[in-house]
């Protein structure tokens, strides 16, 4: 009987797990428009809630070729945040089969409630709410894990010549003795 018990709460603990694996949307997102990659991490205690910052962008830099910061953020002492490394999503709960809580929308400075559930192992269905009656929603797709943003060349950047090597000093001419002429 003690045997049957223990067997069958080790298959439940692995059917949870794998049903966990199955909603868990830890992993690299393109946004449906193709604008950004967000990683996406398990986070908060137990790692049981979901956390996720920009890793990506498809124009990182303005035009002046500085980098995009949080400029629209209601704080005046957030805007210098570089966009790229930011924390959009903060300790999204466990809720059924999906996550909820809130997602900060830097291209307006709001925060919407939002929530992220798998669609399938490459889609995850992102809803956002203004007010829990205003709703929107994108499908993200699941792309290769980005280690750090590509520089960008700027257009003028390009356009400068490369820097030529220095030159190495010409060695001494011999000398040549003209008294045994």
Known sequence: MRI??????????????????????????????GRA??????????????????????????????PRTDL???????????????????????DEAKFSGEIYNADEGKTYQVSLERESGNELSVTGCLLKVLCGSQTWTKVPDVNQQAAVVTPEAAAKPAPKPAAKPAAPAAKVDKSAE
Do not use: F, H, Y
């Open 72 to 94: 629209k953020n209601p704080d005046p002492k957030k805007r210098s945040r570089p966009i790229i490394g930011l924390q959009l999503i903060d300790g999204l709960k466990p």
């Open 37 to 66: 990659k967000i990683r996406l991490d398990r986070c908060g205690p137990a790692q049981t809630n979901v956390c996720g910052k920009v890793v990506w962008l498809k124009v990182p830099n303005t035009d002046a070729g500085a």
């Open 4 to 33: 049957a018990l223990s067997s069958a709460l080790i298959l439940a603990g692995i059917a949870g797990a794998q049903a966990d694996t199955a909603k868990d949307p830890s992993g690299t997102w393109l946004t449906e428009d």
